[in-house]
T-cell receptor
Framework: EAGVVQSPRYKIIEKKQPVAFWCNPI?????LYWYRQNLGQGPELLIR????????DSQLPKDRFSAERLKGVDSTLKIQPAELGDSAVYLC????????????FGSGTQLSVL | DAKTTQPPSMDCAEGRAANLPCNHS???????VYWYRQIHSQGPQYIIH???NNETNEMASLIITEDRKSSTLILPHATLRDTAVYYC????????????FGKGTLLTVNP
């Protein structure tokens, strides 16, 4: 069974440019999460989806960040415009309806904003 | 969610048991204890979770004190591949399930 797939693996952009990250969760997993991990810190939740509905986006900086999960499967996280402080690893995770306490994480996208 | 306290780092000899402590003195009655680990350049990986009773699976054992204010994750025979940051997390399950990660413990397994 394929795990959570994220792309790209690495992204380097200049500040003020837009950037997008893509996530394909494990087949059949209805819950999808986006986390951000700064260097030396634990991951921080940005947004959680139940199917196509964003049920917790309280930590998402809505002035520059947006996310979507079309048809309740793949998801895209976008930053526009990017700032220097957005440099981090962006992690996607998914979990099944049964056993939802077990999250499966992708390897993340490492973003560097110059 | 209740906060957790973990030592920033620990060392363990290969083949020996690794015992990782976690304090969660403000845990409430319906909150679970979860353990994840993160190997360098990878996403976190679920290890185990429990509510009151001790739990064991193919990866580790979780010992929760009777008052539930602390717990210990035990890796019975640590290998070099167990070198990782281990996160102890307390949170509610069900539809409001939410993981809040701290800084974790960096476990280094030495040959």
């Amino acid at each position: 069974e394929a795990g959570v797939v994220q792309s790209p693996r690495y992204k380097i952009i200049e500040k003020k440019q837009p950037v997008a990250f893509w996530c394909n969760p494990i087949s059949g997993h209805n819950t999808l999460y986006w986390y951000r991990q700064n260097l030396g810190q634990g991951p921080e939740l940005l947004i959680r989806y139940e199917n196509e509905e964003a049920v917790d986006d309280s930590q998402l900086p809505k002035d520059r960040f947006s996310a979507e999960r079309l048809k309740g499967v793949d998801s895209t996280l976008k930053i526009q415009p990017a700032e220097l402080g957005d440099s981090a690893v962006y992690l996607c995770a998914s979990s099944p309806r049964q056993g939802g306490e077990k999250l499966f994480f992708g390897s993340g996208t490492q973003l560097s904003v110059l | 969610d209740a906060k957790t306290t973990q030592p920033p780092s620990m060392d363990c000899a290969e083949g020996r048991a690794a015992n990782l402590p976690c304090n969660h003195s403000t845990i409430s009655g319906n909150e679970y204890v979860y353990w994840y680990r993160q190997i360098h350049s990878q996403g976190p990986q679920y290890i185990i979770h429990g509510l009151k009773n001790n739990e064991t699976n193919e990866m580790a054992s979780l010992i929760i004190t009777e008052d539930r204010k602390s717990s210990t994750l035990i890796l019975p025979h640590a290998t070099l591949r167990d070198t990782a940051v281990y996160y102890c997390i307390v949170g509610s399950g069900g539809s409001n399930y939410k993981l809040t990660f701290g800084k974790g413990t960096l476990l280094t397994v030495n040959p």
